[in-house]
């Protein structure tokens, strides 16, 4: 469903990405995998449209999402639950479940899929109506699963997912 060629990205003078060739097929479970800055987030960045590729391409289901911006990449189903979890913090875990939402209208079956995110976090459930930015290093990155799959989407990208989380979560 996704396939990268070649693709080379940076910062201002900095070349962060040197030729990235990957493919995602519909149902799969892709690991990107190595040390410190060696470009996994920037990949995920440049997928969502957050980091401008200088060269190469991207196809999302037969569809050129090279130069395509973060909301058009959002709305072709690629969701993205950042590195550091970047949760809204002065709204509470309901409202930034809603945000992961924004895009859609199905009113009963947002409600459907937040009682399911509910379900699989406790937690979070237990905490609706508190400020995100009050929650423990580990809830922000439930509520930030939680959000990103809010969407919906057909590919979400994990950056990170594990950190601040007990191992049996
Ligand atoms: N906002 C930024 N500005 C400048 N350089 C950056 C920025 N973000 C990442 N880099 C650089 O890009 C390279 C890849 O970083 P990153 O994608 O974060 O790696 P990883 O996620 O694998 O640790 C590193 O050399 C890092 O210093
Ligand atoms: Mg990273």
């Known amino acids: 469903m996704l396939e990268i060629q070649d693709m080379v990205c940076g910062y201002g003078q900095i070349t962060a990405l040197r030729g990235v060739t990957l493919s995602v097929k519909a149902g799969q479970l892709v690991a990107l995998i190595g040390a410190n800055g060696a470009g996994k987030s920037t990949t995920l960045r440049a997928i969502s449209g957050l980091v401008p590729p200088r060269s190469g391409s991207m196809i999302f289901e037969g569809e050129d999402i090279t ?60 905490r609706r109506k508190q400020a995100a930015g009050t929650l423990s290093g580990g809830e922000q990155q439930m509520l930030a699963i939680g959000r990103a799959l809010m969407s919906r989407p057909r590919l979400v990208m994990f950056d990170e997912p594990s950190l601040g989380l007990a191992p049996n979560i």
Not at 118 to 123: L, Q, S
Request: aromatic share 6%; glycine share 6%; with cysteine.
């Open 67 to 126: 130069s395509a911006s973060p909301q058009k990449v959002l709305t072709k189903g690629i969701a993205h639950c950042p590195e550091g979890r970047r949760v809204f913090p002065h709204m509470t875990v309901a409202e930034n479940l809603d945000m992961g939402a924004y895009l859609r209208s199905d009113t009963s079956e947002i409600n459907a899929d937040r009682d399911r995110i509910y379900g699989e976090f406790p937690r979070l459930a237990e």
